[in-house]
């Protein structure tokens, strides 16, 4: 099933059923009124959900309205955890190679994966920024939402917790993150809030293309309406969700509601695009000696979305304008 | 006023109004029925919770009940953006030396300051970990829970905006953590679920303790019993909490309900004993050329507490014991 979560002016929205060609919707509020309640109990409220979704498809849904990305929050707008992981080596290497930094090692065992901030954007929402010069940069990628899992959990088991994936934007302030990785507890104001996608779908809906934990489609990435990348999300990706997932849960219980996105999508040797700019201009480097590409400037659009293999939308498009923010005024100071 | 979260067998618990001398409290929820929803609207939640406080107090409460840690969640059991700053740069210093790793460049502008998990325990919640070999350490510190607070921000700004402080126990895996922070993206699986004193207040009930986004009262931690360190919180606190929230707001709009925890408490010299293991270890290796101080063991005990001037306590205890956790049965391996 697909389900949204509705802007209300409520800090966590309202959840909604959406239907599977996203040209309708109908809330869930008799079942669960969002979807991080969906998620505290998702054993009793899943079923329910997925026989409004079978009503809505049918045609058979009461107070259904058309399906509007603009109104919609992130699906799940206030995750208490929000991990992100660099599953696909090919962006790490390009990314430390246009910053100058060491190449990792020989690929461990290890999955890199860090704490991220729970504050993701509505797929319509401005990334909106105070400074052009922070190197403002989009990232395209996927993620999961998790149920419950214990502390040192398998792959196997974390694969069956698996309940949501939805597309993210993994915006990242390029001149921001070297002093911050120097520092060495990790990226934070190099990231800022990121976006999802307007739907959040159960993996069943993606069919064949959801195996071994891994998505089997290409992900599109727009940029001011040109087609920049279309990397396939399931080639070169080193750790599949599963075992990030593990990976997370080595030392601690995961709760319901935990999101795990796996990285900017990236496959080797450029040939399918880019998903972040960071890594087109790190191949400009090393061919041209000169990163030509810049980062985002205010105005620009971004475009993240994925297709079936019948060329439809599967969680509809996260669309974001680059806007200028402005500081919050100081009284005191008069500014 | 002092609010606690009370056990009720949801994710979120129940809101409690606690007496100033934590002997009684009082559910909230004909006002708010978790801190989140105050957080959410305290402008609004704040005075009708202050209200409830001071009756309370003054003995007019109505289904009053005997206040009991060991019946408490977090304060704020899922907090969408859980950030750790190490705003005392003694620990930072103790805490490389003792692992070998270069002392940090002289202290600059820039707070150290990475993102967290917010899976925070009750305080009389077990540090229930799957192996004693992970190295286990206590972190004794304070936290802020803020308001909004918009990108840019000033330390001004951020100090108008906190609305409650609250006791952290830090816990660290210190021999997990040297592996991770080699990979650059911070500490994750090194840093398992902390835990929150019982009661989280508001800046006035620290009365002149409460200077410059500093609490000027001694952190006492014990280990068995043990009085083993009571480090003055608000000596060389190189940022105070304001700066830090500041910090946080730079490149993101701070929602409400955020938690940034400042870091293991510690003054230069060790003169006031220890808030983590790792930093008496690192003094006497320095010392003796061996650290001779074991981490904690399953079956040990941590109390982490801040009297008020008259010795009375002003958030109840952490009182954790160390436990062996047990990882989930594998059905299909069956162990």
Not at 7 to 35: C, M, Y
Not at 148 to 165: N, P, V
Request: glycine share 12%; charged share 20%; hydrophobic share 40%.
């Amino acid at each position: 099933m697909k389900l949204a979560t509705i802007k209300d002016g409520s800090r966590d929205g309202q959840l909604a059923v959406v239907s599977r060609d996203l040209k309708t919707a109908q809330l869930a509020d008799g079942i669960a009124p969002t979807l991080r309640r969906a998620l505290d109990d998702w054993a009793f409220i899943a079923p329910q959900l997925e026989q409004l979704y079978r009503e809505l498809n049918q045609g058979r849904g009461r107070r259904v309205f058309d399906f509007d990305p603009a109104h919609c929050m992130a699906p799940l707008p206030r995750p208490c955890q929000w991990v992100e992981a660099a599953a696909y080596p090919s962006h790490v290497e390009l990314e430390r190679s246009g910053r100058g930094a060491a190449l990792p090692e020989a690929p461990g065992d290890e999955p890199p994966m860090g704490q991220g901030g729970g504050e993701p954007l509505g797929p319509r929402d401005d990334i909106a920024l105070l400074h052009e010069e922070w190197g403002i940069d989009f990232g395209a990628g996927l993620a999961v939402i998790s149920d419950d899992l214990g502390m040192g959990a398998t792959a196997d088991q974390a694969h069956q917790q698996i309940r949501l994936l939805m597309l993210v934007n993994q915006v990242a302030l390029r001149n921001v993150l070297p002093d911050e990785l120097a520092g060495g507890l990790g990226p934070l104001q190099s990231r800022p809030a990121g976006a999802c996608s307007p739907v959040a779908l159960t993996p069943d809906e993606l069919g064949d293309a959801w195996q071994g934990g891994k998505v089997h489609l290409a992900l599109r990435a727009s940029w001011n309406g040109k087609l920049v990348g279309q990397a396939q999300a399931g080639v070169d990706m080193a750790f599949n969700f599963a075992q990030l997932l593990a990976h997370l849960a080595r030392t601690r219980q995961v709760r319901a509601g935990a999101v795990l996105a796996g990285g900017v999508v990236s496959n080797r040797g450029g040939k399918r695009g880019y998903s972040c700019i960071a890594e087109q201009r790190a191949l400009e480097l090393a061919a041209k000696g000169r990163a030509a590409t810049p980062y985002l400037a205010f105005g620009d659009s971004i475009r993240i979305e994925m297709l079936d293999g019948d060329g439809k939308s599967l969680f509809g498009a996260i669309e974001q304008n680059v806007a200028q923010a402005v500081a919050p005024v100081d009284a005191r100071r008069g500014r």
